[in-house]
């Protein structure tokens, strides 16, 4: 399973799911989020909401060059490994859309686990959990 | 408060000679828990006793409070300064991103004194402060300077830009401060003050990781706040309609301001409802951080352009209960479209209060029907009910003040009718003009004896439609009840608390989420509290001037029937020699 952006037009830009993935981990604030709302351009336009899309070949794993990013087997996105990472960015550079987060306290990048936490707390269902397209094939 | 919670970081901001500093304040916070409570003590600490609000000396004040980004809806930044309106206490509530900012950027307060010499803006990132030159955005509306400080700012979604349109920089004194577009520190002046230091815009961005007492229970509680504000029937008005669900209702009631309150029921209020707006121009809907409710809604207003066949322009347009009811009934205006072209130039381009303005608007219009000031005052511009092209005409006017009359009109409507006559239907409290109820003795109470004379101080209007439709009270004990309320919204607005959340953030409530934050009192303590900010700030106004016994009652309000009965002369009269023996006792009686 891995959390997708519904309906990007519905998102209201409240940012529960940004405290929710924090809250994930226990902690108060937006430090350790791994799900990014911001406007386009000005709220008038609406919300990009910005996570992790669990890539089938992720991007991200192929430039880091310690294989401190494991690709998720048959999942899609990446696992990270914080005692390979040696915190160069490369990752956060390859990953074009901008979902991969860094952890400014610990210099490391923090990837969405596609756990699905945040989907409850968005209250409009802009975010949802999806079997991939492999994940599907199987059964 | 926990250890490590950057709460207790205040930021001062000097624009004089362009420093700042950092100042542990934990005392104040575990006093004072946050926003206005901390922020009226900063105001008692910084601003000099009989400044002028339009001088280097105001300072401007924000503050957050403790359950900010802990918890949901504790969304809104208090904003305290003295009020170029009035002359007196200025507090305004603004939500957007601004509360959340603030708090991640590692800040309970931020106070900006001082004056620049030339326009800036300020960009404040985590412990980085930059003073940067804002001469290309001076003259700007509200729209073209924040897309462009968007474009030159880091921090996309984790910031808040607040910023002034041409109201602030001509010092209207009802000119606001918008954020995110849409939100505004709207009433009360806070505008001008930025202008008066050549302040355009301020941008707060952060992220940071706040300590909690007990993690487990810390996500136990949230669960249960969460629920209640998305399932609570209490919540589902502001997000369905909005507050605009309100207009027909109030009319029906007969509580609704309609042209300068000659009327209080509005014929048209069906085409200006709240449904109408929903299903003729409902284009988009938003949320404040950290919000679940959404309660704000935005028009899409698609026009041609008259000079040119099949161009159009969409304009997209924020609606409320109280601009639809200031800038449309107060105006005799009926058709949506023709308050949403006007809302649209108070939003963008001239940046003002819709309130003052709307009122101020609806009496020279009755002072031009009779006659106390003619096309010569108002240079050449027929004012009349439902003219929104003289409307629109007339607010342009305000901005460039090409004469005395529109100085005057943009000083506020007292002043304009101390020179012009009409000071019976100058629809104000306090000197702050009068919100969109007309529902009883209650709601006039409230605006003459809340702090800062807004119908959220004590919500009178509210006591009048649950409380005193069914039963009549003395004076004293109309009095007592709103003066409660008020009390109690220190707690919520230095909680930073939205107001919309009251009905699920009760004191009970509010004690258990409070421990989360290492904060342990009892809802007696609270009580202590509310009464401790509410006779500060009533300090703080009484040295500015003010007086409950000489407050001025505007005529109009008793020729206008209410539906609650009770709103005459010596109810009023006794009710505010009471208040005023109440306070002051308040006042002996604090420490
Ligand atoms: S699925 Fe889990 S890790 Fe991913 S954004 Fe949501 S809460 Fe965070
Ligand atoms: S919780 Fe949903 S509506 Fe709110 S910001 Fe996230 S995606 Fe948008």
């Given at each position: 399973m891995r959390l997708t952006v519904l309906e990007t037009e519905k998102c209201v830009g409240c940012q529960s799911c940004m405290f929710a993935c924090s809250r994930r981990v226990g902690e108060a604030g937006l430090a350790r989020s791994c799900i990014g709302v911001r406007s386009i351009g000005g709220m008038e336009r609406g919300f990009s909401v910005i996570v992790c899309r669990a890539c089938a070949d992720p991007p991200c794993a192929k430039v880091c060059p310690t294989g401190a990013l494991v690709p998720r087997e048959g999942r899609g996105g990446v696992r990270v490994l914080p005692d390979t990472c040696i915190g160069c960015g490369h990752c956060r550079e390859a990953c074009i859309i901008g979902a991969v987060y860094w952890d400014d306290e610990t210099n490391k990048p923090m990837i969405c686990l596609h756990c699905g936490y945040c989907v409850d707390f968005c209250p409009y269902g802009v975010l949802g959990m999806q079997k991939r397209e492999a994940e599907n094939v199987e059964e | 408060m926990l250890k490590n919670d950057p709460l207790e970081n205040i930021l001062y901001i000097d624009l004089t000679r362009r420093t700042f500093k950092i100042e542990k304040r934990p005392d104040l916070f575990e006093k004072y828990l946050g926003g206005t409570g901390v922020a009226t003590q900063l105001l008692h600490e910084e601003c000099p006793e009989g400044c002028d609000p339009l001088g280097p000396e105001n300072p401007i004040i924000f503050a957050v409070g403790i359950l900010t980004s802990l918890f949901p809806l504790a969304s809104k930044t208090v904003a305290l300064f003295k009020s170029p309106l009035t002359g007196n206490l200025g507090e305004s509530h603004c939500g957007g991103r601004s509360a959340v900012s603030i708090r991640m950027a590692g800040y309970g307060a931020i106070v900006i004194k001082g004056a620049s010499s030339m326009p800036v803006y300020l960009s404040i990132e985590n412990g980085r402060v930059r003073f940067r030159d804002a001469s290309t955005l001076w003259g700007m509306g509200n729209f073209s300077s924040g897309r462009i400080i968007r474009e030159n700012e880091a921090g996309a979604g984790l910031r808040t830009i607040m910023r002034i349109g041409k109201g602030g920089e001509k010092l209207i004194a009802y000119s606001c401060v918008t954020t995110e577009t849409f939100r505004h520190f709207g009433r009360l002046g806070l505008g001008a003050v930025f202008g008066s230091k050549k302040l355009k815009a301020v941008v707060v961005s952060g992220k940071s990781s706040l300590p909690v007492s007990d993690k487990k229970e810390y996500r136990k509680l949230y669960d249960e706040v969460y629920k209640t504000a998305v399932d609570s029937p209490v919540m589902k008005k502001y997000h369905d309609?909005?507050?605009?669900?309100?207009i027909v209702p109030l009319s029906r009631f007969g509580g609704l301001p309609t042209r300068n309150l000659t009327a209080a029921t509005f014929e048209h209020a069906a085409k200006m409802s709240g449904e109408t707006f929903a299903k003729k121009y409902l284009g988009r809907r938003l949320a404040c951080?950290?919000?679940?409710?959404?309660c704000i809604h935005i028009a899409a207003l698609r026009e041609p352009y008259e000079d040119v066949s099949y161009f159009y322009k969409t304009s997209m347009i924020s609606y409320d209960y109280e601009p639809i009811y200031a800038l449309g009934t107060m105006l005799g205006i009926s058709r949506p479209a023709d308050f949403l072209r006007l809302m649209d130039r108070v939003e963008e381009s001239w940046g003002m209060d819709a309130m003052s303005l709307g009122v101020i608007l609806a009496w020279a219009t009755e002072a031009f029907e009779r006659g106390l000031i003619t096309t010569k005052e108002t240079r050449g511009?027929?004012?009349?009910?439902?003219n929104v092209k003289g409307y629109i005409k007339a607010g342009g006017y305000i901005i460039d003040q090409p004469n005395d009359f529109y100085r005057a009109l943009a000083r506020g409507v007292e002043c304009a009718a101390s020179l012009y006559g009409g000071m019976e239907f100058a629809l104000a409290f306090g000197g702050n003009e009068m919100p969109g109820y007309h529902t009883g003795p209650g709601a006039h109470l409230g605006y003459l004896i809340g702090a800062r004379h807004s119908h959220l101080d004590n919500a009178g209007y509210s006591f009048d439609q649950k409380v005193l439709v069914e039963k009549k009270m003395k004076p004293e004990e109309t009095i007592d009840a709103l003066l409660a309320e008020e009390r109690w919204r220190q707690i919520l607005s230095s909680l930073v608390i939205c107001f919309f959340a009251r009905g699920i953030y009760t004191p009970e409530l509010v004690t258990r989420l409070l421990s989360i934050g290492g904060i342990d009192l009892s809802t007696g303590d609270l009580d202590r509290i509310g009464r401790t900010i509410h006779a500060e700030k009533y300090r703080f106004k009484i040295r500015e001037g003010f007086a409950l016994d000489t407050v001025r009652l505007p005529e109009r309000i008793f020729e206008t029937p209410a539906p609650v009965s009770g709103l005459d002369k010596a109810y009023l009269t006794e009710a505010l020699a009471y208040a005023h023996k109440t306070i002051r006792k308040e006042l002996d009686a604090a420490p």
């Open positions: - | 309609l909005g507050t605009a669900e309100n951080s950290h919000c679940p409710v959404g511009v027929r004012l009349k009910w439902g």
